[in-house]
């Protein structure tokens, strides 16, 4: 796993230029009305995504570094300011799809505008200013991959609405039955770890704030569990057994009779998912996706395992070293199963966000940037909890070890999965 | 006003093809993002009308009538359907903004795949099954016209819930200040009335059933109740002054922070509205628009009046002879102040629908059509109130003295507004 | 049926301690705990309506006209007032089951203290004064009485909630099965009726404004339509099939999951009923109750009749002149079969209220009262339904021919059912 | 602070006797309506919590234990059963107010009832089966303490929401002033701390799993935060700025206009807080109470410091040894203030739970009991946050420095409060 390097500046515009390029890609196979509609207020537009994160640049890059910059269009901070309350009112989250106006087209000029300034800036910047300003382009890059995830994860729950079902993009190469992988459980020591962010490149504030934390010893599984092995959670009555799962959990099954993983559908008898490739009938070796925190838990609890903390998942990281994974770049947009030919440790990064049991809280001594950029992160540790390893959707430059994503424990849009521990 | 006439199948498809082409043309300035979204219940997307209007062609005309017709799509019947259940299950009418596809350009070929079948039919089709078809064409065509209505409705308050406030299209031609017409009371006498259509060309079901009603002696107000009338009544405290309202319609008013008609903002203390132009300053003179029933009685209260019935007002226009009036065939799309150099009564048809105190119910006799075409109107007819007389959306000749239009008390994104009976 | 006759102040005097006599005899039953709960926004409090009742008594006729007269307590005008903004602000109606205090024992004190100051007025009061009081009184008591009803409603809905399904009261008198009515239909010719309240007893102010409607001939049903009737819709799936019933009421079966009348529970295969006197076997013969109006057009839809107009209703009572009926003074508090002895129309009065398709609106002429009275009844003239006659929780001296009872259509916790017209 | 001793039957008898009639005495004052509403969801009816807490004791004690016992009533498994899924179907958790029959003499006679057969158990029963039974009996009584405790806080907030504000009890003591306290920071030096229960008395499963955790140097207040405190806070425009806010908080704060603690109001401009006492000034030095986490959260953010976590304020209490507190036993039932003569950490027990910024999550290896006793903790840890200490409503005997309470984040009705760590 790469990350991104901190160069020169000329270096860094090749990095923006790429990853500006990417957002642009995603977008392609949309129809423009695809990309202003709403239909949960968790999803975003993908014309919202693709004018807000240039916003981002404009508003803490080239107003703040850019020499006689004139902003774009002025009423634009208003328009797609997300939830920065230091920069100034804003639409409401929920109110996103009244942004008809401005039209696709003009979404683009202001990509192409401010791409065109970054690059005037970046090709005549100083080198002591570029150093101050340095940390932010990173993070403008990094929020920039975030919401190239988020346009993945926004368009699949758009299209799935749809009751035509709507194909993003076609499968590039069809799957290859590779065969079940056997479910084994390796030994993590337990001991003091180290947790958090050392290097010296690019992370979130809430990655700093490094400390020791005691592990008790543990296994974990060598792979996330399988759409097969869900389905036996599934045919044994799982969703309608209430010791399996935490109290708001089942209250949940209940209120939206939920029995199965979000984009399940049974057609004919057999279990098929919605997928960025259209319908598929449902693999059973490839890793359970779209599930809530309580599914995965009730899953665990289940199969008489239980979920690994975010300290537990870390630990296991640095005692197995990394490894590649399925990630965005691939360009198949699910995840995949795991390799009957690989031993150890595997699937940690890519595929499935993993659910973790440990709520997304300060590290000690975390501190909030000052100004706007200090309401990245802080102010939702609460009631979220924390996911780790990248998915599918995730850029392969734009995970780390130390990454903690965090989502509200119902969510199930996002590439989300299981990977268990043994006591 | 005229009326559509029912000839021979050349003189409907005249008709047709004219029908066909002001609803494109209405949608003409619209982005491919303004025609899919639903920023509230009562607003359909503009690609769902245009698409709806010819489905109904395909089911109730195509489909049973031109030997060998095969459907444009076989979901669009699931897609496109309103409110008929004996046609089959429907996406629900929340959720029609998940309709991003099909994409635009797929209904304007819809469209033309219908509007070819059509004339192909009403090129060939022999008299004795024309006779048997032609009511249904005529209420083909009027159903689209009054979709044309809610097209501008549902546009207007798409565009309006844009922070940008976009312009539908630029005033043609500039007002021009007419001056006030003094409100006058116009002698009604009572006596028996005949209610309801007695023609032989179209109206619908709801307008059958004539009978007599008695009618007390009441006056009739000369014109429509005016913006500079309407700001009298809230410059009074009219909206905190229990004592003008329903019950129902206080409550209204405190939940929801009511102080002005739909589309009223105040700026730099001066009132303007959101009109199909764009912002403009309240004109006095101008009738005034986009009230709930519960405002048109409110104000009546407060002027010391009350509202006619839906009886008192078809008796009105017996005795007052039709006149022209503000429609949607003039392009100003809002209504236009009183003539100063008009006597008698004026503002009766066009302009805005007058809210009337009469409930939507049967008249004596009315039947439901069989098959689908029965749930037209039958099935709604409790808990709204009945307007008359048309607006400046509404197609000239799609109005008539009988004509009984109906909504919800609450209900303010039509052009509604306010005539005055003494007692 | 008697009307409350208009004596010397003794004579009302007697009537007074009469009715609230009656409305603590109805209260006997309860557990001070029965008396608090609110179980939906439209069931009051029992102990509510005991204090209610006083303070219309307290509020309009001692503290104006008893010199000296001191309020029982200076908070209680807050607590019990309904919905009359113009005495001033009051505990929200929705909010009616935080009165856990004061407790019953002072609610009884307060009504023992406002009747001792009646009695000191009406002992002591002048005849010039009484006159202008009177009317007062008399709507003092027709307001107890309707309280009255109320309570038996609420008292019913309350214990009805409880799991226990508590007894009221038991039956004084075992049911006798009297065999069923077969259902004719009547002739009332057309032609024009005086509708209105024209004697010079009590009335209220929404039967006023006397004015002739044009009826057209029609039939009426002998008698109710019964609950085997009723079942006999059910059993053809009348619930399920859209085509009985209007848009709303279909929504509303599909949303609540309805699929017969209030308080029908199916035990061991077969239906029973709540009732005063706990769980019973629903009777055949028996009218069917406790029906939105949406049920009542459904089955008259299915059984290819309609419901009568009020102003149908009020002239049916015309040509067939008024009988008795099952009021609350039988004691029986649920409705009771028709007689197979007894030729022409029965059960016009008492048994149950009649929803009529017309909706609640101002008669001509309407005049609100000034002050607070005048909040009586014409603020909740819209998207209500009147039903007309009365019902075995009505008192026999309460009802008239000319008296609008009005409800919203989805309401069922009263005591309604369904007379039918053949058109 | 004392534990439960395990002695003999004898002596647990004892014990039972007393937690029992404490309960009773708790709701002396109450009138029956008092005992029977349900103002939220959270608050229970009181004669609910009565006849709970002996349901507990008849359903785990008393059927499996007591050889031919007859349960009191076949239907109150149904009734008061609370949230055990194992032990089968109940009244809903939000319709405990339907529950006004049994009256409330019915409840005492319950509870008599399976006071007298426990008596009878206790008396007979052999030491094997003692044994095996004890942890049960432990478990009931510590379960009828907490209801003991939910029955003030009910009570308080039942009796908030009528207008009349109703004192619950007079304080018996007038409060004597005793000047205000001065913040101190108090050092805890990092390390490993034993956390979780080690003693071998009663402990709620959650507290078992003991383990070490890592902790950092930090500092503790000495005392809690107090009113006056906190107003520095309002004063300073602290529910308006949204830089010391989580989101959430911020966004609940808006929605439901917080400006203050629960139970404050402004009278002639000065804050006044509703006890159990009455209407009272507020004390600026006594603690701050009934506030969220989000309130505890944004007040330790203004005041530049935090929260602490629940692990550092179990390592404190072994710091500093446990001292006595203001529980239920003093009679108070409010905070009360720091003492000026005591030196050193104080209010550490009793008087307000305190907030920590620790999820409630299980510790490593917890384990749910199997059976019904299984539901008691595991199934709520999820998305509420730890409390510590004991407040002014819990009991002496039923705190332990190990104790977790938990809550979800934005409750406000316990008696909740602020100890501040400085990092």
Known sequence: MSTLTAPASQGILRQYEYVRGYTEAICKPLEPEDTVVQPIVDVSPPKWHMAHTSWFFETFVLTPYLPGYKVFHEQFSYLF????????????RDQRSTLTR?????????RQYVDKHMQQLLHTIDDRVFEE???????????EQQHQELLIT???????????????TPRAVPKKALGAVEAKFLEVPGGKYKIGYTGDEFCFDNE?????VLVQDFEIMNRLVTNGEYLAFMNDGGYSDFRHWLDEGFALVNRDQLQAPLYWVKQENEWHRYTMHGLEKVDPDEPVCHISFYEADAYANWAGKRLLTEFEWEAASQVYPPATGNFIESGILEPVAADPDTDGLQQLYGDVWEWTYSAYHPYPGFEKAPGAI???NG?????????????????ESHIRPTYRNFFHPDKRWQYNGIRLANR
Do not use: W
Request: hydrophobic share 40%; with cysteine.
């Open 81 to 92: 300011n997300s939830y920065y309350n230091a920069v100034g009112s804003r639409v409401q």
């Open 102 to 110: 401005p039209p696709l087209r003009d979404i683009y000029a202001y």
């Open 133 to 143: 300003l340095q940390p932010v382009l990173a993070l403008g890059l990094q929020h």
């Open 154 to 168: 926004d368009i699949k729950y758009i299209l799935s609405t749809n009751p035509m079902l709507p194909v993003y």
């Open 208 to 212: 700093l704030g490094v400390h020791e």
């Open 374 to 376: 200090g309401e990245y």
């Open 379 to 395: 102010k939702f540790m609460l009631n979220q909890m924390v996911l780790r390893g990248g998915s599918c959707a995730t850029s």
